[in-house]
């Protein structure tokens, strides 16, 4: 069975501060993984990854996916207010039909 | 306007009610998905349609039912509802790919509570 395992699954820094958010996948077929935030509403599209070893990256936001180890990491650099949400795993497993979600990592950052 | 576009945003029904969620979009995508979502589960997909003679049924597919009437609108259907479908439940679209599959675009979520 296809699984996505973020973690950990709450947490609580203060502004300034760096955080990584951790996403292990078990699936059959690997094609990509994408990261999103989701604040109060619809989750938004963060990251695309394919390739193992390539960092990705947008303002003080960037992800690498290992395709060996079979995980990604997200990081935030110096945290604002603005970056409390929930952040979204998602792995496509196979050619396209449909992707596997974790169950999201909370992250709340106080002033 | 937003692209995805869902309606109710929020509805509270009783056991045994036939629920419609409706959904429909502005991007011109071919590919529509409904997933539900729970505290600590993530996003769980329950029906998608590559085209509008396209269904397919997803994880959780039990007591749901889907209706591609467009391409631009896709509509969920509870037929009889039960308090464990109790949830957020998201439209979401994506282009049609070749190779990879594209990120989703979201609708701002339905919340329903079944009592």
């Known amino acids: 069975e296809d699984k996505v395992v973020q973690s950990p699954l709450s947490l609580v820094v203060h502004e300034g501060d760096t955080v990584t958010l951790n996403c292990s996948y078990e699936?059959?077929?690997?094609?990509?993984l994408l990261w999103y935030k989701q604040e109060k509403k619809a989750p938004t599209f963060l990251f695309m990854l394919?390739?193992?070893?390539i960092e990705k990256k947008s303002g003080r936001l960037s992800s690498i996916l290992d395709k060996k180890e079979l995980f990604s990491i997200l990081n935030i650099t110096a945290t604002q207010t603005g970056d409390s949400a929930v952040y979204l795993c998602a792995v496509d497993p196979n050619y396209g039909q449909n992707f596997v979600f974790g169950p999201g990592t909370r992250l709340s950052v106080l002033p | 306007d937003a692209d995805v576009t869902q309606t109710p945003r929020n509805r509270i029904t009783k056991t045994g009610k036939r629920i419609m969620l409706e959904c429909s979009q502005t991007?011109?995508?071919?590919?529509m998905y409904w997933y539900r979502q729970d505290p600590g589960l993530g996003l769980q997909l329950i029906y998608y349609s590559f085209d509008v003679k396209d269904i397919n049924k997803g994880e959780i597919s039990d007591g749901y039912s889907v209706s591609r009437q467009a391409q631009a609108k896709f509509s969920l259907s509870l037929e009889s509802a039960i308090p464990n479908q109790t949830a957020l439940y998201f439209c979401?679209?994506?282009?049609?790919?070749?190779?990879?599959?594209?990120?989703?675009?979201f609708g701002d979520g339905t919340r329903l509570s079944i009592l």
């Open positions: 394919t390739s193992s070893g």
């Open positions: 979401a679209t994506s282009d049609r790919t070749v190779i990879l599959n594209q990120p989703q675009h």
């Open positions: 699936v059959t077929n690997f094609r990509s």
């Open positions: 991007k011109g995508h071919d590919r």
